[in-house]
Nanobody, 126 residues
Framework: VQLQASGGGLVQAGGSLRLSCAAS????????MGWFRQAPGKEREFVAV????????IYADSVKGRFTISRDNAKNTVYLQLNSLKPEDTAVYYC????????????????????WGQGTLVTVSS
């Protein structure tokens, strides 16, 4: 599975961006697609995840109500809509893919994702 993330940029606090992650290769309905982010000097942290099949989602508490993850199966693309952005959302955002699991917590662990995109930088100015 190859992942290509795009859509990052510079935005003022309160603004919006939409990130895209195009998937190619051996994608399937048995996968989930996640977004993580990593700020300078910090560990990579979970943002959101969505199942290719069924579209079930999980969000980090820090982004609930502001970010929305969605997918377009026909285009093999996952999106992350970022609204009401805050300076603390500044980070490199990575899309990722993993096989489905019945353990909700495991979706939040970056080490459990087998495939990663190259990252796209989101900078939120105050």
């Amino acid at each position: 599975v190859q992942l290509q993330a795009s859509g990052g940029g510079l935005v003022q606090a309160g603004g919006s961006l939409r990130l895209s992650c195009a998937a190619s290769g051996r994608t399937s309905s048995s996968y989930a697609m996640g977004w993580f982010r990593q700020a300078p000097g910090k560990e990579r942290e979970f943002v959101a995840v969505i199942r290719w099949s069924g579209g079930g989602t999980i969000y980090a508490d820090s982004v609930k109500g502001r970010f929305t993850i969605s997918r377009d199966n026909a285009k093999n693309t996952v999106y992350l809509q970022l609204n009401s952005l805050k300076p603390e959302d500044t980070a490199v955002y990575y899309c990722s893919a993993r096989r489905l699991t019945s353990i909700i917590y495991d979706y939040m662990l970056p080490e459990d994702y087998a495939y990663w995109g190259q990252g796209t930088l989101v900078t939120v100015s105050s």
